[in-house]
């Protein structure tokens, strides 16, 4: 059974006398590359009459003028009629399988007595995690109208992105629509894709009178690709440095790459291949290493800034078609014993509490795991590799004697709580040894100063015992000894 998805136009105006072309698109699923496929009339009572279909059938009415061609490989089949009439007006289908039960898109036909201009349905094919570009050539050279993206669904067409700044929740970063050329046309550039970005569009610019030269797109991604999936989220310190990849196709060659940082659906310049740097990046922004073969360049960012947080685009033009990545930057800041941004270094608190002790750097481990590339210190003391780009916060890494001299102190704090202890049992000890010094003193005094027989009454009566004598006093004689016992 036929499977997967189908799309189509949903309006299409051609003139009296004249010829209009239907083409639906289809997942190229075996099922649906070998199914049949039908054109049919729905009529008032709700059945659609198969006009023509690929096994050969061709309604009477339309013998002569209607043709339909399967192009299996590229997923899509044409329907094309001739010598239009007034009466040729009306709802029609385009389908996959039984005429009940299949795929199918419905769509409007309208037969104007003048030929009315009906743009061909585009398509644009992505790769997941790819890009894909989109020209709507509005033929409004006068630019005043409002610049805009929609979904087509069944009964409407739901806004994703315009020109006055709004951006669906889940295009944030990812979707930007070019300024309009002289022409009249304009860009709309999508990147990161995914599977659910699959569908019909519609692109063109809103008039008071409603949308005007509108363009009908179907965008299919692949559901397999070559393109790995890369961190969307870069972290930085501030006053410190980073860089990261701009990635193209290197089987192309492109005659601009650049940077711009996005805003609210716009994407400003900052940086090109040609020299361009804005005012405020200069000094702080520039390109580095480029590696053809891959199709990589390098651009590095010193001397951050609060208020370099944001999304960036890196964009490769090449004609109308421009390759497109975006990654969003986040800056910690950090609490610093310099002023000097390129020579900062953390300060280490002293507080014995684990939790109120983690610095920082610290506290920003997780979110340098989303950066896209090698986390590098000053002194080589390790690393933290995801993807390709590089972060460098040479400030905030980097061995000084100010560094130094915090972590002295660090160090004298932790070990304080091991010496005073230590200092208070010794102070302790001296006291014990000087008191007992003391009235050892006094007793060998007495003793002089006393007759040999009061010796042996204050021996008795106050005197320690003979063990404890014998601590204090040198060992008696064994005449002495028994004279104590008796």
């Known amino acids: 059974p036929a499977s997967g998805s189908l799309y189509g136009s949903r309006f299409l105006t051609g003139g009296v006398g004249g010829s209009i072309t239907h083409r639906c698109f289809y997942s190229i699923t075996p099922a649906n590359m070998y199914d049949r496929k039908y054109w049919c009339k729905i009529a008032e009572n709700g059945v659609c009459y198969t006009i023509i279909s690929s096994t050969g059938y061709t309604s009477e009415e339309f013998v002569g003028r209607v043709s339909l061609q399967d192009v299996p490989q590229n997923g899509t089949f044409a329907v094309t009629m001739t010598g239009l009439k007034g009466s040729d007006t009306g709802r029609y289908q385009c389908g996959i399988g039984p005429t009940r039960g299949g795929l199918y898109v419905s769509l409007n036909l309208t037969v104007l007595a003048e030929a009315g201009v009906s743009r061909p349905l585009q398509l644009i094919q992505g790769e997941l995690h790819g890009s894909a570009t989109v020209l709507c050539p509005s033929g409004d050279t006068q630019g005043g109208g409002k610049r805009f993206w929609c979904k087509v669904g069944r009964t409407s067409c739901a806004l994703i992105a315009d020109s006055d700044g709004y951006v669906g929740r889940r295009h944030l970063g990812r979707i930007f629509i070019t300024p309009q050329e002289s022409s009249g046309a304009f860009k709309v550039l999508i ?10 569009y519609r692109c063109g610019i809103e008039r008071l009178n409603g949308w005007d030269s509108s363009q009908e797109v179907v965008l299919r991604v692949a559901t397999a690709s070559t393109l790995p999936r890369r961190p969307k989220f870069l972290s930085g310190t501030f006053g410190g440095s980073l860089s990261f990849k701009c990635h193209s196709d290197p089987k192309r060659s492109y005659e601009e790459k650049s940077l711009c940082r996005w805003e609210e659906g716009s994407c400003s310049l900052l940086l090109d291949t040609n020299g361009f740097v804005h005012e405020s990046y200069k000094g702080r922004l520039q390109v580095g290493s480029s590696d053809p073969e891959r199709g990589t360049y390098t651009v590095v960012m010193s001397q951050l800034r609060l208020e370099d947080a944001g999304w960036y685009w890196c964009r490769a033009r090449s004609g109308h078609t421009e390759h497109t990545s975006s990654v969003k930057l986040h800056i910690h800041k950090e609490i610093c014993s310099s002023q000097d941004p390129e020579t900062t270094t953390p300060v280490k608190p002293t507080s014995s509490n684990p939790a109120a002790s983690s610095t920082p750097t610290q506290r920003s481990i997780p979110d340098l795991m989303d950066v896209m590339g090698t986390v590098t210190k000053s002194t080589t003391v390790g690393t933290v590799t995801k993807g390709t780009s590089t972060l460098l916060p040479p400030g905030t890494f980097g061995t000084s004697p100010g560094e130094t001299y915090h972590k002295s102190s660090s160090g004298e704090s932790r070990v304080l709580p091991v010496v005073l202890p230590a200092l208070a049992l010794l102070i302790c000890i ?19 100063r006393s007759t040999t027989g009061d010796l042996e009454a204050v021996t008795v009566q106050a ?4 063990a404890e004598e014998q601590t204090m006093e040198e060992p008696p004689s064994p005449g002495k000894e028994q004279e104590c016992k008796s």
Do not use: A, C, Y
């Open 191 to 200: 990147n990161d894709l995914v599977k659910e970005d699959s569908g019909l």
């Open 430 to 448: 001296t006291i014990t040894v000087l008191t007992l010094l003391k009235i050892k003193l006094e007793r060998k005094t007495g003793g002089e």
């Open 463 to 466: 005197g320690p015992s003979p």
